[in-house]
């Protein structure tokens, strides 16, 4: 981490971003992880809760030289770290931790980190620093764990739908609706300028990956690591409704990137893009949907990842 005098005359003190949304039913176990990491940070902790985008920005801002401990689920810790890119500060915020408080929490999942949020704070604040990647695309927005195109972000839009009565298991209705009506979308794929899908064959879904899992556990990317510099890409090519149902078994079981219709390979800058307007597809970033479909969308690995707290002896994804 560069040293200059902001580093230098940096709070000491853990800085935990709170969110404000969060429901009743979760205050008092956020109160109650709050003083758990005051008490096993070193220096202290100082917990910000905030309520607008400006606030964000500020409390991230004096983020710099600071380990900070994100409390929340993937979407919190994607919110984090498109505010350090954004305000140019990747490299000189210190470590995240992670107190897994969303739905699907995948990225604490392949990362080892516990989902108890008890015993999370204790690794938040005091477990062992592993680098990840960062991916980001060509409209500015960072990639923390999975990016989708195709039938996972309709899965995803799906799942929004009935995620506040159905909880976790939003992600199997929303996958068994897209899954039933999906045809498929006309794609062209490039990865390092090669072309992996670029014939006349319709794609089922195209999956950038850093973490493994997805919706709450579900292996897209089961070898994929966060440390590698690489960005692992998964495209399923078969279309057909048999095809569709088998694929998504294999999925569940994480063995469907042995898939004859499926292609994997990795590199650092992918390139997706649907030559006619019918088949514009939509965006599912870190579990979030961008509400309009596009025609082109590109991502590339950043040189500058960030680094996240694991329990000891454990690497997440690298293992």
């Known amino acids: 981490m560069p040293t200059d005098e902001r580093t230098e005359t940096a709070d000491p003190r853990v800085l935990v971003l709170s969110n404000s949304g969060a429901g009743?039913?979760?205050?008092?176990?956020?109160?109650?992880?709050?003083?758990?990491?005051?008490?096993?940070?070193p220096d202290g902790s100082e917990v910000r809760t905030p309520e607008t985008d400006e606030e964000y920005a500020a409390a991230v801002a004096s983020a710099v030289g600071r380990d900070v401990v994100v409390m929340g689920?993937?979407?919190?810790?994607?919110?984090?770290?498109?505010?350090?890119?954004?305000q140019g500060l990747l490299g000189r915020v210190?470590?995240?931790?992670?107190?897994?408080?969303?739905?699907g929490n995948d990225l604490a999942r392949g990362a080892g980190i516990p989902l108890d949020p008890h015993e999370a704070a204790r690794v938040a604040v005091a477990g062992a620093r592993t680098?990840?990647?960062?991916?980001?695309?060509?409209?500015?927005?960072?990639?923390?764990n999975v990016v989708h195109a195709g039938v996972a972000a309709e899965a995803t839009a799906h799942a929004s739908e009935v995620k506040g009565v159905l909880g976790k298991a939003a992600y199997g209705w929303g996958a068994l609706r897209a899954g039933l009506t999906s045809k498929g979308w006309h794609?062209?794929?490039?990865?390092?300028?090669?072309?992996i899908a670029d014939d006349d064959r319709p794609e089922l879904l195209v999956s950038?990956?850093?973490?493994?899992?997805?919706?709450?556990?579900?292996?897209?990317?089961?070898?994929?690591?966060?440390?590698d510099g690489q960005v692992e890409v998964v495209v399923a090519h078969g279309v057909s409704p048999w095809a569709r149902v088998r694929f998504a078994l294999d999925l569940r079981k994480g063995r469907h990137t042995q898939r004859e219709d499926v292609t994997l390979v990795s590199g650092r800058e992918v390139v997706v893009t649907a030559d006619r307007e019918v088949d514009a597809f939509r965006v599912n970033t870190d579990g979030e949907v961008e509400e309009q479909r596009v025609?082109?969308?590109?991502?590339?690995?950043l040189d500058q990842g960030w680094t996240l707290r694991v329990p000891e002896g454990s690497q997440g994804d690298a293992d």
């Open 24 to 41: 009743s039913s979760q205050d008092q176990v956020v109160e109650q992880v709050c003083r758990e990491l005051d008490a096993c940070a």
């Open 73 to 86: 689920g993937d979407g919190s810790v994607h919110r984090l770290l498109q505010s350090v890119h954004d």
């Open 94 to 103: 210190g470590a995240v931790g992670v107190v897994p408080l969303g739905t």
């Open 131 to 144: 680098e990840r990647g960062l991916l980001v695309d060509d409209e500015g927005s960072v990639v923390v």
């Open 187 to 195: 794609l062209r794929v490039t990865v390092d300028g090669e072309g």
């Open 208 to 227: 950038l990956a850093l973490g493994r899992s997805v919706g709450g556990g579900t292996p897209v990317a089961p070898h994929a690591r966060a440390d």
């Open 295 to 301: 025609q082109r969308r590109s991502w590339r690995l």
